[in-house]
Nanobody, 125 residues
Framework: QVQLVESGGGLVQFGGSLRLSCTVS????????MGWFRQAPGKEREAIAC????????YYEDSVKGRFTISRDNTKQTMYLQLNNLKTEDTAVYYC??????????????????WGEGTRVTVSS
């Protein structure tokens, strides 16, 4: 059974940091492009950071460039997102997923799993 479990969210002050984790099972992390998505209140879910499985190249949405860093440890079946210099507009539920990466962008790959429960990040001012 394919599962993705996000963790590491919480309440943090403006300018603070968090590290999110995504632990997967039921498939080999090393074989898939992966990404982080977020959904803020009243907004659509969007891809914010993605990484290719073959060359580790990355994609970042403009609003998180220079502040967030995506990484993975294939031996631990875990992907990470380091969130630095957090802003109130980063408040959202964060999800991980397999992705397609082309045309300089990143998209959800729907062929393997459903969304997990996500992990909530709340940034206070």
């Amino acid at each position: 059974q394919v599962q993705l479990v996000e963790s590491g969210g919480g309440l943090v002050q403006f300018g603070g940091s968090l590290r999110l984790s995504c632990t997967v099972s039921g498939f080999r992390l090393a074989d898939y492009n992966m990404g982080w998505f977020r959904q803020a209140p009243g907004k659509e879910r969007e891809a914010i950071a993605c990484t290719r499985h073959d060359d580790n190249s990355t994609y970042y949405e403009d609003s998180v460039k220079g502040r967030f860093t995506i990484s993975r440890d294939n031996t631990k079946q875990t992907m990470y997102l380091q969130l630095n210099n957090l802003k109130t507009e980063d408040t959202a539920v964060y999800y991980c997923a397999t992705t397609l990466m082309y045309g300089g962008s990143c998209y959800r790959y729907w062929g393997l799993h459903t969304w997990g429960e996500g992990t909530r990040v709340t940034v206070s001012s």
